[in-house]
């Protein structure tokens, strides 16, 4: 027989007294662990309460459900209405709220930064992007500010990925640097506003030299996309207490974290082991390195 519920936890508290010694030691189990009951499959969780896989399947149907599988649905469910409830009701941050609530504020502000981010990700432009930084002769880094910090962080990250890139934080540094450039060197400026006139000017140089211009920003309509041959958009919004920081930082981490797996994931897309993560295919081809060294 199916049920519905609109507690789980408190139909199952009700009908404890009733079940027998063994379904009552599978129901407290329930009780005490639910967000982890809710993610196990039948073997590991007959494993963690020492009965038989059969033994489950019968206390679920017992209490009314069709199975394990129903049983962990309506779980997740109200485990996420108890989430959800536990949420403050806005992100904006106040005086009186409480450490709870300024924490939860700052977690929502960055889960729905990076949800909007990937919302805005065009993914057809993603396979040229990543062709550019594979072809560059040199990649340059630019920003400003808080944008500075993510260019340097994509610059270790692009070199320990084997491509040759820098970073420039300054305005004289890329006024110098970026009006040499050559027609094989890709320059990515990060400015969450698109008008930093620092990096809106070293961007305007790099183009005038005949370089790859790839903006990453939050405007679709700012100076620094206009002179943009290819963009990236991120999202974020600045708080009245934490400025645009968390939300700037964390889209254009992001972002240049995303663009390092498509590279690593291009680099690895010949491997015979298509089947394997990342990370064991990066082991694979350090182990590979090492004994052939």
């Known amino acids: 027989m199916s049920v519905n519920r ?11 007294g009733g079940l027998g010694e063994t379904d009552q030691h599978i129901a407290r189990f329930i009780l005490e662990q639910p967000a982890t009951v809710a993610q196990m499959p039948v073997r590991k969780l007959a494993e963690a309460i020492s009965v038989s896989e059969a033994t489950i399947v019968r206390f679920c149907k017992k209490i009314g ?65 990543v062709e550019r930084f594979l072809t560059a002769n040199r990649v340059l880094f630019v920003g400003f500010g808080a944008s500075g910090l993510s260019a340097m962080e994509a610059r270790d990250k692009m070199n320990r990925q084997g491509i040759d890139s820098e970073a420039y934080t300054d305005r004289f540094t890329m006024t110098l640097k970026l009006a040499n450039l050559k027609p094989e060197d890709l320059v990515v400026a990060f400015s969450h506003s698109g008008e930093t006139p620092e990096v809106v000017n070293a ?9 790859h211009c790839l903006a990453i920003t939050h405007s679709p309509q700012s100076p620094l ?8 958009l991120t999202s974020g919004s600045a708080g009245p207490y934490q400025g645009d920081s968390i939300a700037t930082r964390m889209s254009q981490l992001f972002m240049i974290e995303f663009l390092c797996t498509e590279i690593t994931r291009h680099n690895l897309r010949d491997s015979e082991s298509t089947g394997l993560s990342i990370k064991e295919l990066l082991i694979k081809e350090r182990i590979k390195r090492e004994s052939t060294g």
């Open 225 to 232: 996309n206009e002179l943009a041959d290819t963009w990236l």
């Open 203 to 211: 961007f305007r140089l790099a183009k005038k030299a005949g370089a």
């Open 6 to 16: 609109e507690n789980v936890r408190v139909y199952i508290s009700n009908v404890l």
């Open 65 to 129: 459900y069709t199975g394990l599988l129903e049983l962990k649905a309506a779980l997740k469910r109200e485990l996420l209405a108890d989430r959800e409830q536990l949420l403050p009701s806005s992100p904006d941050i106040f005086l009186d709220d409480s450490r709870n609530d300024v924490a939860q504020k700052i977690a929502m502000t960055v889960e729905t930064t990076l949800n909007e981010t990937i919302g805005l990700l065009d993914m057809k432009v993603v396979n040229p992007v």
